[in-house]
């Protein structure tokens, strides 16, 4: 496989639940970032790990808990969510964090919806 | 505070050329991006652009003004495919990306 992968792609989680989001990536890239996408609100970054170190943590409540073993994979944590938490959550890659033509690879993302 | 605008939605016809325009305010600036995103998939990377002036890729151009905070993305010769978002994003000082809400492009026969 080749590129951003992300699963599952569809998930539905009671308030009480807990899940967790995988992302892998076939890039050789050193960076990964989780991003939220909420219908017609730009990308909020949520994460950002740089050879395998967290280097951002956007304010985002205790109840998401990223994880990052090696730097092709990366996951998401999710525990006592919110409705409100319910929007697509994309995986990125990058050569790395912090420079300037940093193109990021997105996954196709994985739907969350919070009952 | 640092803010993108870009329109919410806009239409155009097959064939046709159409124009989507990006505002930025930053804390410094290190270049502007351009992503594509049909709908249910990944973004996918379009431009980069760091200096004044005009880029072609194909059938697809973006400009930038640094002196007015602007930026637009020229598609010409639309195609159904084209049908998709456009995402903005303009990166500060700090090289943080901020990000536009995106435009939806809908193209019609």
């Known amino acids: 496989e080749t590129g951003v992968t992300q699963t599952p792609r569809h998930l539905v989680m009671g308030m009480t639940n807990k899940k967790s989001l995988k992302c892998e990536q076939h890039l050789g890239h050193n960076a990964m970032y989780w991003y939220k996408q909420s219908a017609k609100k730009p990308l909020e970054l949520m994460f950002v790990y740089n050879f395998k170190e967290q280097t951002e943590n956007n304010s985002v409540p205790s109840r998401f808990s990223p994880e990052c073993p090696n730097s092709s994979h990366l996951f998401l944590h999710l525990h006592t969510l919110q409705p409100e938490d319910s929007a697509l959550y994309l995986c990125?890659?990058?050569?790395?964090?912090?420079?300037?033509?940093?193109?990021?690879?997105f996954g196709a993302g994985s739907r969350l919806t919070v009952l | 505070g640092q803010n993108i605008d870009q329109p919410t939605e806009m239409t155009a016809t097959e064939g046709a050329i159409v124009q989507i325009n990006c505002t930025y305010q930053?804390?410094?600036?290190?270049?502007l991006f351009w992503y594509q995103q049909h709908a249910g998939e990944a973004p996918t990377f379009l431009s980069y652009n760091v200096l004044d002036g005009l880029e072609e890729k194909g059938r697809f151009s973006s400009f930038l003004s640094r002196s007015k905070g602007y930026s637009y993305l020229l598609l010409k010769e639309l195609q159904m495919k084209d049908s998709a978002s456009y995402l903005c994003?303009?990166?500060?000082?700090?090289?943080?990306?901020?990000w536009g809400a995106g435009t939806k492009l809908i193209i019609k026969p």
């Open positions: 930053t804390s410094g600036f290190n270049g």
């Open positions: 994003a303009s990166m500060d000082s700090n090289y943080q990306l901020i």
């Open positions: 990125a890659s990058s050569q790395d964090s912090g420079a300037g033509a940093n193109v990021l690879t």
